[in-house]
């Protein structure tokens, strides 16, 4: 399966943007799903998931409330709402898939991953 982010950019605090992920090769429906990102300098940290079907969602405590993941299996694409942007939000934004998952945080489990988008926050 491959896996292509787009939709990251520059944009000042408070603004929203929306990656999306597009699933190739496989049908996403197969996999759980999830977003990671990595700031200059640290690990590669959980964001948020989705399960296969997408009625299982979970999100990491600093975006809670301002972040949504969501997606449309018939499109083959997994999507970030991204609301409220801060400055540390900053990061490299990853698209990961799991497959036959049920969308984990344990970053081993997902062995299959996009390039990853850049999104800056600054003003």
């Known amino acids: 399966v491959q896996l292509v982010e787009s939709g990251g950019g520059l944009v000042q605090p408070g603004d929203s943007l929306r990656l999306s992920c597009a699933v190739s090769g496989r049908s996403a429906g197969d996999y759980a799903m999830a977003w990671f990102r990595q700031a200059p300098g640290q690990e590669r940290e959980f964001v948020s998931a989705i399960g296969r079907s997408g009625g299982f969602t979970r999100y990491a405590d600093s975006v809670k409330g301002r972040f949504s993941i969501s997606r449309h299996n018939a499109n083959n694409t997994m999507y970030l709402q991204m609301n409220s942007l801060k400055p540390e939000d900053t990061a490299v934004y990853y698209c990961?898939?799991?497959?036959?998952?049920?969308?984990?945080?344990?970053?081993?489990?997902?062995?299959?991953w996009g390039q990853g988008t850049q999104v800056t926050v600054s003003s």
């Open positions: 990961a898939a799991e497959n036959g998952g049920y969308g984990t945080t344990n970053i081993r489990s997902y062995d299959n």
